[in-house]
């Protein structure tokens, strides 16, 4: 995980360099031709920070859905604990008078 968040850092910033015109190019391309390559690029470079952006909302509700999930099984725990805790209690009280009871007969 921690590779491939490196890598599209990296990506990042590679993609931000901006390359020379190819040799193949006269003169270096012409300056509308270098301007649209460079709006590819720019579409191109949106497009992944969208998607990135995308991948990491999807993250943060998964985190959020794990940590609600994980808040409802604490909150189950707790109510099974009272219970048992509760009845306990109870079951001790019973033995109290049970054994009050046999003392006074």
């Known amino acids: 995980m921690a590779s491939e968040s490196a890598q ?28 649209k390559c460079f ?12 998607e990135e952006e995308e991948e990491e909302e999807e993250e943060e509700e998964e985190e959020e859905e794990e940590e609600e999930e994980e808040e409802e099984e604490e909150k189950e725990y ?3 604990y009272n ?4 009845f ?3 079951l001790k009280k019973c033995v109290v008078m049970a054994n ?6």
């Open 39 to 50: 709006e590819e690029e720019d579409k191109e470079e949106e497009e992944e920070e969208e």
């Open 100 to 105: 009050e009871h046999s003392l006074s007969n």
């Open 78 to 80: 707790i109510h099974t």
């Open 8 to 35: 599209r850092f990296a990506g990042m910033l590679l993609s931000r360099v901006r390359a020379p015109p190819p040799a193949s190019w006269p003169d270096g391309g012409s300056e509308s031709l270098r301007k």
């Open 88 to 90: 306990n209690l109870e």
């Open 83 to 86: 219970i048992k805790f509760n």
